[in-house]
């Protein structure tokens, strides 16, 4: 598929709660494309975050892409829900639903985008079944559930894994990397064939986010 300019995702999961309706309206005053909702369950990943009502909240306040990341158990209880709160992108964990086809067909049929995510321990093999009917793929290069932490080496492998398949099979997924991604990693992702970096503190503790945006996507060429 055809590169474009790297989408980057901040994620509200790192923005001041107090001030979310401002925060969310910072996303796109700095060129940023997709605001990244983080949704935890406290059993799915050892913290708790927000449900659809505040996605149904923040949605008057920006047109950008929101790109709801459902790291809950059984996600297939939610997604309607999540669909009508706002949500463009819904994406599930391979490993927390059972029936992965029904639950990707159900975001569909809710009139969203459908994405998959994996965690660090989890293989590209174990969701070869299900490429040809998801619109993203979310590659956690963090272990979920926090904020703030370091990217792990290993995970890299997956996205030029998926890359890979995507230019053999004329797959159209985009490829989106979430955990450890700043200025300093950046470039290997989009080397590896990323289209969409999300971005917790690395973004959110910049006083000039519009620089930090324009300086991601240079260093994505680099």
Same mark, same amino acid.
């Given at each position: 598929?055809?590169?474009? $300019?790297?989408?980057?995702?901040?994620?509200?999961?790192?923005?001041?709660?107090?001030?979310?309706?401002?925060?969310?309206?910072?996303?796109?005053?700095?060129?940023?494309?997709?605001?990244?909702?983080?949704?935890?369950?406290?059993?799915?990943?050892?913290?708790?975050?927000?449900?659809?009502?505040?996605?149904?909240?923040?949605?008057?306040?920006?047109?950008?892409?929101?790109?709801?990341?459902?790291?809950?158990?059984?996600?297939?209880?939610?997604?309607?829900?999540?669909?009508?709160?706002?949500?463009?992108?819904?994406?599930?964990?391979?490993?927390?639903?059972?029936?992965?086809?029904?639950?990707?067909?159900?975001?569909?049929?809710?009139?969203?985008? =459908?994405?998959?995510?994996?965690?660090?321990?989890?293989?590209?093999?174990?969701?070869?079944?299900?490429?040809?009917?998801?619109?993203?793929?979310?590659?956690?290069?963090?272990?979920?559930?926090?904020?703030?932490? $370091?990217?792990?080496? $290993?995970?890299?492998?997956?996205?030029?894994?998926?890359?890979?398949?995507?230019?053999?099979?004329?797959?159209?997924?985009?490829?989106?990397?979430?955990?450890?991604?700043?200025?300093?990693?950046? =470039?290997?992702?989009?080397?590896?064939?990323?289209?969409?970096?999300?971005?917790?503190?690395?973004?959110?503790?910049?006083?000039?986010?519009? =620089?930090?945006?324009?300086?991601?996507?240079?260093?994505?060429?680099?």
């Amino acid at each position: 598929m055809e590169k474009t $300019s790297l989408i980057i995702a901040p994620s509200m999961l790192s923005s001041d709660f107090s001030r979310t309706a401002e925060e969310v309206e910072s996303i796109k005053a700095s060129g940023a494309q997709w605001v990244h909702l983080d949704v935890m369950d406290g059993r799915f990943v050892p913290n708790i975050t927000f449900g659809p009502k505040f996605i149904k909240d923040l949605r008057p306040h920006s047109d950008l892409v929101f790109d709801t990341h459902l790291m809950v158990d059984e996600p297939e209880r939610f997604i309607t829900h999540f669909a009508q709160s706002g949500s463009d992108h819904i994406t599930v964990h391979a490993e927390a639903t059972v029936h992965l086809h029904r639950t990707l067909q159900m975001i569909r049929d809710c009139g969203c985008k =459908a994405g998959v995510s994996l965690i660090p321990s989890s293989s590209v093999s174990s969701i070869l079944p299900i490429l040809d009917m998801v619109d993203l793929i979310l590659i956690m290069t963090v272990n979920p559930g926090f904020g703030g932490q $370091s990217l792990i080496p $290993s995970t890299l492998e997956k996205i030029g894994e998926l890359a890979s398949i995507r230019e053999k099979k004329g797959y159209k997924y985009l490829i989106s990397v979430d955990g450890g991604i700043n200025l300093s990693t950046v =470039a290997t992702i989009a080397k590896l064939g990323a289209d969409v970096a999300v971005c917790g503190s690395a973004f959110f503790c910049e006083q000039d986010r519009a =620089a930090f945006v324009r300086a991601m996507k240079e260093q994505a060429k680099a």
